[in-house]
């Protein structure tokens, strides 16, 4: 599976509420492409959702220093 194709899982588990999903895609997605913002993002919303605000806030921050004008993280 090619990264575009994990992160497209990851937004489909996203969509049927399935967070423990979205992250392990999310996860392997962003080690794959760990200079990708959107990616950053996606899991910090899928943590956050999961209940893990601490981590989700990690995540969002990293989207930001990749892309400070990422509007979606702020």
Not at 45 to 54: C, F, I, K, T
């Amino acid at each position: 599976m090619n990264t575009d194709q994990i992160i497209a899982k990851g937004k489909e588990c996203l969509a049927q509420n399935d967070y423990v999903g979205a992250i392990s895609a999310l996860r392997e997605a962003a080690d794959r492409e760990p200079g990708y913002a959107d990616v950053r993002h996606l899991l910090g919303l899928a943590l956050g959702l999961a209940g893990q605000p601490e981590a989700a806030l990690e995540e969002f921050d990293r989207a930001l220093a990749l892309n400070p004008s990422y509007v979606e993280a702020t």
